[in-house]
């Protein structure tokens, strides 16, 4: 049976009964809007929970039964003005956390049918997991329907509980086993189908509070809970304080305390990092490394993440890697995302290049399969340069791809590259431009100066100086000195820009001292001409010596006619025959034909006043 999950943009009204209104209203229209293309970022919130629970038709015969999804494939799923997503039921209270947080990540709303609720993105700011106030029921078996055996509904149960049929007989032993704990209703009720199916007599027992049976605020709620001593109650009244408008940094920390004195482990954990980042309370890594043990020893993963990144920086501890290793390992094991990229991260440091590359391959593949876009992006390195893995470009390509969904930079930039080049993906000059421009908003220099370059030639976009100089600028000021000295000849010009000589000197030079070649010949000419700044003869022969040493050809070309006719410089027959040459073995044509004018060997030196040096010959081949 399929669980439907809605998914809509925001902003849908505030009042649920109005906003399922809207949703009504658009999928009324769905049959009208079929011919328009799906909206990008149903196609972006596609690709994220694919990445973790893979597309129905990606599936080989053998795995179906991993399946998450209903229907596939799933992209097709992604419309205009909504996505509908089916779920298998048994699934769903592990897909449903992860669709609406990644959803909410996107600024989408997920409408649940099954259990009327609504699930809107939440305020920016720092966020805590906690349970919702709603009605939770547990689900306990009373006993054994008449017809079955206790062996034979162990028999059929022990695949349902992953369980062997010895264990389920000592379950069934016990008075009224709580088998299901803190679902809904809805979510309860199919269990319990199931297991009458199986031969059991069943029973729900409440496991939580019911709002409107109350006619309570989930405030007051949980206040009353928290202050009869429920550490749940305490710990979620805390987050509420927390995330209100006007944030109570005093009560938040006195109700997370309370929690934390009982044993709350993620109210320890929420203490751990308030003490550490000294927001509202003095900095106090003692005091924070103790909450952080105490909920880690409780096996809470987020703080054995945290006592292993202590332990890896040296913060409030003595740094120390094979500590960092086994916390990390211990939240690695449970699932934790960042533990497991930081594992391989760490198994590449540690054991070198090619030994730790398995290693690390395995945490990568374990953190991106979660959605961990720099494990992913790491994965498509790996997979691009052929490191622990055959190269493979199209694959590199398409990690990249799923962690540049995500807005990682360094991807975006990765795969932009690749279809510029046509490498693992076909050669797009448009989707090159596309993906260098997300990362270049993030500041990724080298994307900002790739984008600016394309708006130069016009490759993927409309030719643009306007647009080239700005992202060249924005690159410059990042101390690129290659966008310094492209700006420079902007300002010089004055295409794309006012014309401002004097501002393009400064560029040339920023970029020259950084050892620019370009930029250290259009300075030695700007000082040679007494453009945009004085003449100066020596600071022209300088940068302009500079520049033919670093192969510039027109400044070889240059300096090699003035020691040819001594015009600055006294003539010199063996550094003109020797720049001439270097430009002309470049290629220059009129080094070339100065050379080629040379013809007498003879007449040349008595043009010159001085010698030709051995083998000169060689630069006309």
Request: hydrophobic share 40%; glycine share 10%.
């Amino acid at each position: 049976m399929s669980y439907r999950v809605c998914i809509v943009k925001a902003p849908v009204p505030e009042d649920d009964e109005k906003a399922w209104a809207h949703l009504d209203a658009i999928l009324e229209r769905r049959d009208d809007e079929s011919c328009l293309p799906p909206d990008p970022h149903f196609l972006t919130l596609i690709e994220r929970l694919t990445a973790r629970f893979p597309c129905i038709c990606e599936l080989p015969d053998d795995r179906e039964d991993e399946a998450m999804w209903s229907d596939g494939p799933l992209r097709n799923n992604a419309e205009c003005s909504v996505t509908v997503l089916g779920l298998l039921s048994e699934r769903v209270d592990e897909g449903m956390p992860f669709i609406v947080e990644t959803a909410n990540a996107l600024g989408l709303v997920v409408f649940d049918e099954q259990q009327s609720g609504v699930y809107r993105p939440a305020p920016s700011g720092p966020r805590y997991a906690r349970k919702r106030v709603t009605e939770l029921v547990k689900v306990a078996i009373k006993g054994i329907r008449e017809g079955f055996t206790k062996e034979q509904a162990a028999h059929l149960l022990a695949p349902l509980f992953k369980r062997t049929e010895d264990e389920v007989m000592r379950l069934l032993a016990m008075a009224s086993p709580v088998v299901k704990s803190g679902v809904s209703r809805a979510v309860a009720q199919k269990y319990v189908d199931a297991l009458e199916r199986c031969g059991c007599v069943c029973t729900l027992l409440d496991d939580g509070i019911e709002v409107a049976l109350l006619g309570e605020t989930p405030v007051e709620q949980c206040r009353k809970l928290a202050e009869a001593g429920d550490s749940q109650a305490q710990f979620d009244l805390g987050c509420m304080y927390f995330d209100s408008g006007e944030r109570d940094w005093k009560q938040a920390l006195a109700w997370w305390r309370k929690a934390a004195e009982q044993g709350h482990a993620a109210a320890q954990s929420n203490l751990a990092w308030v003490y550490h980042a000294g927001e509202a309370v003095p900095q106090d890594l003692v005091q924070s490394l103790a909450w952080a043990r105490q909920a880690a020893d409780l096996g809470l993963a987020g703080a054995q993440f945290f006592l292993g990144e202590r332990y890896e920086k040296g913060e409030g501890v003595d740094k120390d890697e094979q500590q960092a290793v086994a916390w990390y390992r211990k939240a690695a094991d449970q699932g934790h995302a960042e533990a497991q990229f930081r594992l391989g991260v760490l198994a590449l440091d540690a054991w070198g290049a090619s030994s730790g590359e398995s290693e690390a391959l395995l945490w990568f593949r374990k953190a991106a399969a979660q959605g961990h876009a720099p494990a992913q992006h790491n994965l498509g390195v790996m997979f691009e340069r052929g490191r622990g893995i055959p190269a493979d470009a199209a694959c590199a390509a398409r990690w990249y791809r799923r962690a540049a969904l995500q807005g990682y930079a360094g991807s975006q930039y990765n795969l932009a590259v690749m279809h510029s080049e046509g490498r693992g993906v076909a050669q797009d000059f448009r989707e090159a431009a596309e993906w260098y421009r997300p990362a270049a908003e993030q500041g990724h220099a080298n994307a900002q100066f790739n984008l600016a370059h394309a708006y130069r030639m016009g490759e993927g976009v409309p030719q643009d100086d306007v647009l080239a100089a700005h992202w060249f600028s924005r690159c410059a000021e990042q101390g690129d000195a290659e966008a310094q000295a492209a700006l420079g000849g902007y300002f010089f010009s004055g295409q794309g820009v006012a014309q401002d000589q004097e501002r393009a000197g400064a560029l040339f030079w920023k970029a020259a001292t950084a050892g620019h070649a370009g930029a250290q010949f259009a300075l030695g000419m700007m000082c040679e001409n007494g453009t945009g700044r004085p003449k100066e003869p020596a600071e022209a022969l300088k940068w302009l010596s500079q520049a033919a040493e670093q192969g510039h050809v027109e400044a070889q070309y240059l300096l090699g006619l003035k020691y040819f006719t001594g015009l600055g410089v006294p003539r010199n027959a063996g550094k003109a025959f020797d720049l001439l040459g270097r430009a002309a073995a470049q290629g220059h044509e009129e080094a070339r034909a100065q050379m080629a004018s040379f013809n007498d060997v003879q007449s040349g030196l008595d043009m010159l006043d001085g010698k030709a040096p051995s083998g000169w010959k060689k630069w006309l081949h």
